[in-house]
Antibody, heavy 122, light 108 residues
Framework: QVQLVQSGAEVKEPGASVKVSCKASGYTFTGYGISWVRQAPGQGLEWMGWVSAYNGNTNYAQKVQGRVTMTTDTSTSTAYMELRSLRSDDTAVYYC???????????????WGQGTTVTVSS | SSELTQPPSVSVSPGQTARITCSGDALPKQYSYWYQQKPGQAPVLVMYKDNERPSGIPERFSGSTSGTTVTLTISGVQAEDEADYYCQSTDSSGIFCMFGGGTKLTVL
């Protein structure tokens, strides 16, 4: 069974950092990349970036560039997204997503994690 | 432009055809994708490469493209299709993904 399982909810103070994990199973993790997408309360989806599980290459959205780092650990088939200097508008559900069949740039994101709620509040 | 524009809402009666549009300057050159999201759930891919349907997605879902606009069509809408729908594509470089603002489909 193909699935992505994310770490649990986090509550952070403004200015802190958060690191969310996403463990893959049921498909070839190193074959394709992992995208991170977030959704603020009552809002739409926002693409944050992509990391290659093959060579660690990354593409980050301009909005989070400089505050985000996406990595993978092929030994555990786990992807990580770290966001620094948190602000209240970073409060959102964070999803990891991937493709079972190839690049997400060809096949879209057909596998999603369950989401991780990150709350930034003092 | 690096934006995708969707109508905020579409309403149809059961059995009718729903059409959800998405406009963007890069769409003639880049693939589009569509996701369905129900409250409290992760998105589900319902269309990829403009008009390819993933396995398990009902045949009533179809996609089309015309110039800078792509369209998700749901024929014979059912109550279970009520959800938010998001289009997704990339900018002209093909590297940076983006989502439309989402369309709430209401089945009357």
């Amino acid at each position: 069974q193909v699935q992505l399982v994310q770490s649990g909810a986090e509550v952070k103070e403004p200015g802190a950092s958060v690191k969310v994990s996403c463990k893959a199973s049921g498909y070839t993790f190193t074959g394709y990349g992992i995208s991170w997408v977030r959704q603020a309360p009552g809002q739409g989806l926002e693409w944050m970036g992509w990391v290659s599980a093959y060579n660690g290459n990354t593409n980050y959205a301009q909005k989070v560039q400089g505050r985000v780092t996406m990595t993978t650990d092929t030994s555990t088939s786990t992807a990580y997204m770290e966001l620094r200097s948190l602000r209240s508008d970073d409060t959102a559900v964070y999803y990891c997503a991937s493709s079972r069949y190839g690049s997400i740039y060809d096949y879209g994101m057909d596998v999603w994690g369950q989401g991780t709620t990150v709350t930034v509040s003092s | 432009s690096s934006e995708l524009t969707q109508p905020p809402s579409v309403s149809v009666s059961p059995g009718q055809t729903a059409r959800i549009t998405c406009s963007g300057d890069a769409l003639p050159k880049q693939y589009s994708y569509w996701y369905q999201q129900k409250p409290g759930q992760a998105p589900v891919l319902v269309m990829y490469k403009d008009n390819e349907r993933p396995s398990g997605i009902p045949e009533r879902f179809s996609g089309s493209t015309s110039g800078t606009t792509v369209t998700l069509t749901i024929s014979g809408v059912q109550a279970e299709d009520e959800a938010d729908y998001y289009c997704q594509s990339t900018d002209s470089s093909g590297i940076f993904c983006m989502f439309g603002g989402g369309t709430k489909l209401t089945v009357l």
